[in-house]
């Protein structure tokens, strides 16, 4: 029932017309910058905390530099549960580890003058800032005869990163596409559906559909950009306000169908069944298949990398210029180019190792999936994974925390 009150005017007929034509990405800015000043009005003044009773536990960074020890950063999980304690067990080094999840995590590592662990094995994107920066030191490859088994394409693709792989040699690569539970899938959208597109998570009507058994996106504002610009057919690369609002609007049409943003947790929800969608690395939707079977859980999680194209990644082995010990870092790449061991971790991890032999001891599961292990022919729709610059890269940021935000999220399924 319409409030008695309330009239329409030409003047707020004109206002409405006149606000419906601003950009979204201009409406955006404007609300952060109004509710920043409305913080800085109100908020009261900070009143430092007492000094702690006892000192804090040491981080990574704190700990002593011993000859037999060594400090690795790791991208998530990537080289699985038992390669570096077989390495210790070999080497008699003892090895800490601090693990990060997303470029944005680097990014304040490095930022906090954090790197200085005696090997990284990082997400490749964030190798040209790196080197920008002067973290990494020049590779001794005359002491990685290894190096020479490692696959020729996936060494030419990692030059994006860091041309004539001085700096750093790709270990392993995989895709960004979706993770998905086939049955709660063809039970909501019919038992023909054909999971090969985007559209899965971008297309209002299946995301609703979806919505009830959970859907899940990666965290990381450097993967969902891309994914959405490809989608638009729009360059994957574009840091324009233009194609930004529209990647922005994509992911505002189906915003409240989306019950979690996070990347750490993905591969148990998957395997859980708390979730039955995601946008996911290919080996997290492998590690969540064998987990659910592990379980006795009846769900059938499959991977799709979709037509329209999709995120090329590639982990990345490098030495600080701070490393302590860079022989120990060596020792470690030496070790993790071992056919052997590079296949141990694949067959764990779901991530393909650029070593060329270690297909020699790949399960068959992933080495003969398509989706897992695409060959040259397939990835010509894939896109590298690539930070924007500095202005673009804020840009995306500012708009996908508006996006993500929990407040706009809608409750997990139970």
Known sequence: MTDPEVRSTPESVTLVRRLRSIPLAAILSAALVLAWIGYLVVAPVSVPPPPLQ???APTVDALPQLPDQMRVLLWRDVL????????????????????????????????????????????????PTMIERKLLQLLPIDQLPRASGLDPTVLKRAEIYDSGNA???????????????????????GPDVVVDSWSLLFDPVMARALSDCGIQVVDAPGGVFPIALTHLKLPHDSAAVEDTDAAVRLWESVRSSIAKFSTSDVVENLARGDVCVAMAASGDAYQAAVKARAS??????????????????????????????????????????RPEVAARITNAT??????????????????????????????????????PGPAGAELRQKFWRLINTSSQQTPAPN
Do not use: C
Request: proline share 7%.
């Open 167 to 189: 700096y750093s040699l790709p270990f392993f690569w995989g895709t960004v596409g979706l993770a998905f539970d086939r049955a709660k899938v063809a039970e909501r959208l």
């Open 350 to 387: 779901g991530f393909i190792s650029a070593v060329q032999d270690a297909g020699l001891y790949i399960k068959p599961e992933i080495k003969n999936d398509p989706a897992l292990n695409p060959g040259v022919d397939n990835l010509a729709n894939a896109v590298p994974e690539m930070a």
């Open 54 to 56: 006892s000192p804090p």
């Open 296 to 337: 006795g859980a009846t769900h059938d999680i499959v991977y799709a990398v979709p037509s329209e194209g999709t995120v090329l990644w590639h982990v990345v082995a490098a030495i600080p210029t701070m490393a302590a010990h860079p022989e120990h870092a060596v020792r470690l790449m030496d070790y993790l180019m």
């Open 80 to 127: 699985g549960p038992d390669a570096l304690t077989a390495f210790q067990a070999e080497s008699d080094l003892e090895v800490t580890v601090e693990r990060y999840n997303t470029f944005q995590d680097l990014l304040a590592i490095m930022d906090g003058d954090r790197l200085t662990h005696d090997l990284v094995l990082a997400s490749g994107v964030g190798v």
